[in-house]
């Protein structure tokens, strides 16, 4: 380990972030302080391939606990990339002289609205901040927005998927997947304007489905592959109940291998076809 100057901006545990020039390497950060016989403040990153140096501990000291022996290091803050906030990427994409649609991962849309994909590498892996930013300025550019493709970013907290909805008014189809989603249990999103939803490899699983229900009240699509999912866990039942927009619900490369879970699903709309 090695010192260095203190960041600009400040991490906190939960956040996600990725190492200095790999894009590809993207951990959690479980711990924000010093440690012991070294100066200033290092951060304690859990990494998603498991490709660390601990399991969160140092000379004998514990500071967090990593999902595995060897998933967890501490790095300095200059040494992780943040990402940037929406803001930055919106102001990325419409005051770039780029005139490539595949530079900036924007593509316009016959019938009018715009279907907008962030590319991880060119807008340096998306996150929303702390605080989300306010998009007053590009509201006009934003009135016809209506899909949203943030999948392999930074992104991790459900309520700043919902301030993104609440700023795009005319939304039906955002993409998560790939965006370690954390769990929740109050604060629920707003996203009830949503038809289209795709968390893939989020680690999303049916409790959090359960809990977005009532927010996915126009839901149409809903694909959640990839997940680990191997229970439905209906709310209140013992059949999922509600989902009355519902017509296609995704649960490919999950890990169901019981009929008795299938079932569960019986009470949704004829029209559900599930893949």
Known sequence: MQDSQEPRHEFWVGQRVRALGDPQRIGT??????????SDTWVGVDWDNGEGKHD??????????????????????????????????????????????????????????????????????????????????????????KELDLTGNLLSEWKDVGTICEQLPALRTINLSNNLMSPYKTNLPILKIIQVL?????????????????????????HIMGNNISRILPGSSSTVQGFDCLRLLNLENNCIDEWNEIMKLSQLRWSLTTD
């Open 198 to 222: 795709v968390v893939n490899n989020t680690g999303v699983d049916w409790e959090q489905v359960e809990l977005l229900r009532q927010s996915l009240s126009t839901i149409e699509e809903l």
């Open 56 to 145: 969160g501990s140092m000379n004998g000291v514990r500071y967090f606990h990593a999902k595995s022996d060897r998933s967890g290091s501490f790095v300095r803050p200059h040494n992780l990339n943040q990402g940037i906030s929406l803001l930055e990427a919106l102001e990325s994409r419409y005051k770039s002289d780029s005139t490539k649609d595949e530079e900036v991962g924007v593509k316009g849309e016959k019938g009018g609205g715009w279907k907008v994909s962030f590319v991880p590498h060119v807008l340096n892996r998306l996150r929303t901040e702390k605080d989300p930013c306010t998009l007053t300025a590009f509201y006009f550019l934003l009135i016809d927005i």
């Open 29 to 38: 950060v479980k711990y924000v302080g010093p440690i012991e016989g070294y």
